[in-house]
């Protein structure tokens, strides 16, 4: 088994020892090489020289492997400046970067992997490294929050160990199976009660992974308490690879279950995570809080996606990449908010933001207007895919119609709630008192590239990258589960 | 060998039954201890019938990291002079009853597999896990319900193991230390910043 499904994730593990043996004036070099190596995977991709499992495994790994690259990037300048504020110690950056390689390798394994098993191992090792990232700044909020993080998501990880193991032994598919279920496997229908129990601990388990609701307690503190860069990395790839994996479960099942108890599990869960978005979005003042429960209702998206199936199913794998470029973007912004502004709350002075720094502020009206949907913005179109595929499903069209009217509900909230940090209170015409802060162009600029991909990302993307998109059409497009 | 299997997972299933009971420091922390020595001999027991050494290294594994480090790592930092158990017999004969009625449901499960009474009792371990976690919200009680849970699977696993190829059961069961590992750590940066793990005393982890 030694390919690129083992090569790419184990050389992020060998940059992780990189940094642990090397001295901190090496680390930038390090994260060079990091990125070279992101490039030069993505590269022979492109090149045919090597494919992933399947096209959503490919699929998936492009955008792992690009948003990473961008997490390499940004935490250079944000933890020099975070290190410095914050005076944190050489050997808590050295910790940082370290995890950050091994968080990587991880959510790499979790695109290429389809082994069930292996999958929960490299989500293990995925949440066991952005916990402890999460509580590096080593604050009483970081720590409250990575504690949270970690009870939730490991009570998670239990139910879906065992729900996985129980499920796949109840239709006697075999465990070590690399590849999701071998054509010569017939599936056993005996104990269909029992698959079904171990699909729905599994759901659970793997549902707090992603923070569908009810179980996204964790994500909220999590997602604005960790470095910018790793809650980028949370809310853009982990979340979705949580739900990647449910699909790869899933899909084994329904061959040998009714698979309307799984997809109607899917768009519960997922309705719930947008009524719960739509509800919370309008009270947050933290801008990394904010973006925090639009992740929830995101991830709710993906879920009815997967669960309506078809064309939704491939607006679901479409949003995962416009989820994910959106979020990185705004993640990455609300971290120059916070160093700049020391504080991304709007009543502790993050306000005023388009006046004072206008780049950011720029940033931040862009991404805004992509992440609720607006066209011709790159989510716009994935959310719409995943609403006409259950449009399409005459059973569906309800739960359609209800997710249609959350989308618009949050689509006002965050409308109403973004100003607040652009402009600054008082009567139009007057500037605000303060004045502007300088920002560095270090910071800045990752946030720029990937506001350009944000910009032609939707319409660009299946052009960009047609073979893979094509193949992705043509697995999913048929799949109801 | 099945009677000794099965003694051994009544055992793990009586320490659990304990921990989620007898919730007092000193108590809480022997009862861990049994569990785990319960999952050390339950896999043990696996390895002689099932013929897989590879389970001898969960066995070592399971006797240096639950019973000697994860102790240690929460005794050096993690107290708390609260004893949460319950008080009144009124609170205990409902969670005693509580207990007895999650055995049963476990038990009903376990008919699952071709070990009903092994099976049954490891289900009927975890689900009164699952109620420990529910139950209480303290830090301190969430921590030893989580490691509890931790060490259910692990037993259950084992049970597993032969379906899986060795490798990766070994891997899943490092996993499942690491986290116990992690927890620990972080409960204790919680005790060691907000100087309590009583939750009515931590204003956010009230929720």
């Known amino acids: 088994m030694m390919s690129p499904l083992w090569i790419i994730p184990s050389s992020m593990g060998l940059f992780a020892l990189a940094t642990w043996t090397f001295p901190p004036r090496a680390f930038s070099w390090i994260r060079r090489l990091g990125i070279l190596a992101l490039l030069i995977a993505l590269a022979g991709q492109v090149a045919n020289l090597w494919q992933g499992t399947d096209p959503l495994a490919s699929w998936y790994f492009v955008t792992v492997a690009v948003f990473s690259i961008f997490a390499l990037w940004y935490s250079g300048p944000y933890i020099d400046r975070e290190a410095e504020q914050h005076h944190w110690s050489p050997s808590r950056v050295k910790l940082y970067y370290v995890l950050l390689f091994v968080f990587l390798g991880s959510l790499i394994a979790l695109a290429l992997w389809t082994n069930l098993l292996w999958l929960w191992i490299a989500m293990e090792i995925a949440t066991l490294s952005s916990v402890v990232l999460a509580a590096v700044p080593d604050t009483s909020a970081a720590v409250e929050a990575a504690w949270k993080y970690v009870m939730v998501t490991e009570t998670g990880a239990m139910f879906a160990l065992f729900g996985t193991v129980l499920a796949l032994s109840a239709v006697r598919s075999p465990l070590f199976a690399w590849h999701q279920a071998p054509l010569h496997v017939i599936l056993s229908t005996q104990r269909q009660h029992w698959a079904l129990v171990g699909a729905y601990m599994a759901l659970v388990g793997y549902g707090a992974k992603a923070g569908l609701a009810p179980f996204h307690t964790w994500l909220p503190d999590a997602h604005s308490e960790a470095p910018a860069p790793i809650s980028a990395l949370l809310s853009g790839l982990k979340l979705a690879g949580a739900l990647v994996i449910v699909y790869r479960l899933f899909r084994i099942l329904s061959l040998a279950l009714p698979a309307v108890y799984l997809q109607d599990a899917l768009i519960l869960l997922g309705l719930f995570s947008l009524v719960i978005a739509a509800g919370f979005l309008a009270f947050q003042r933290d801008l990394k809080r904010l973006w925090a429960y639009s992740s929830i209702e995101h991830i709710g998206i993906i879920s009815l996606g997967v669960g309506f199936g078809g064309i939704a199913l491939i607006g679901a794998a479409l949003h995962i990449w416009t989820h994910a470029a959106s979020k990185t973007l705004l993640f990455h912004n609300a971290g120059t908010v916070r160093l700049l502004y020391h504080s991304s709350d709007v009543r502790q002075g993050a306000s005023s933001i388009l006046y004072r720094t206008p780049w950011t502020g720029a940033l931040l009206a862009l991404g805004s207007a992509a992440i609720v949907g607006l066209p011709p913005f790159a989510p716009f179109w994935s959310e719409w895919l995943v609403l006409a595929g259950g449009f399409h499903q005459p059973a569906d069209r309800v739960f359609a119609l209800i997710a249609a009217a959350l989308v618009i509900i949050i689509f006002v909230a965050i409308a109403r709630r973004v100003p607040d940090w652009l402009f600054a209170p008082g009567r139009m015409g007057v500037g605000p008192k303060r004045g502007t802060i300088k920002e560095p162009m270090a910071l800045v600029l990752p946030s720029a590239v990937l506001a350009c991909i944000v910009v032609v990302g939707g319409l660009a993307l299946p052009i960009l990258a047609h073979p893979l998109w094509s193949q992705l059409v043509g697995e999913l497009g048929t799949v109801h589960l | ?207």
């Open chain 2, 1 to 207: 060998m099945s009677t000794a299997t099965e003694l051994a997972a009544g055992l793990l299933w009586l320490a659990t039954v304990a921990m989620m009971i007898v919730k007092a420091p000193h108590s809480v922390m022997t009862f861990y201890r049994v569990q785990a020595f319960a999952d050390a001999l339950l896999t043990a027991l696996m390895a002689v019938r099932d013929h897989l050494p590879m389970l001898w290294v969960f066995v070592g594994l399971a006797v240096a990291v639950r019973i000697i480090i994860i102790p240690e790592i929460v005794s050096r930092g993690l107290n708390t002079p609260r004893d949460y158990s319950a008080k009144a017999p009124l609170g205990m004969g409902a969670l005693v009853l509580y207990a007895l009625l999650l055995t049963a449901g476990g038990m009903l499960v376990g008919r699952i597999g071709p070990d009903p009474i092994l099976l049954g009792l490891i289900f009927a371990a975890m689900f009164v896990t699952f109620v420990h976690l529910s139950a209480r919200y303290e830090v301190w009680s969430m921590l030893w319900a989580l490691l509890s849970l931790d060490t259910v699977v692990d037993a259950g696993l084992s049970v597993f193991a032969q379906t899986m190829p060795e490798g990766t059961a070994l891997v899943i069961y490092a996993m499942s230390l690491s986290l116990a590992i992690v927890l620990a750590f972080v409960a204790q940066r919680v005790q060691h910043l907000k100087k309590s793990l009583d939750v009515r005393e931590l204003e956010e982890l009230t929720g």
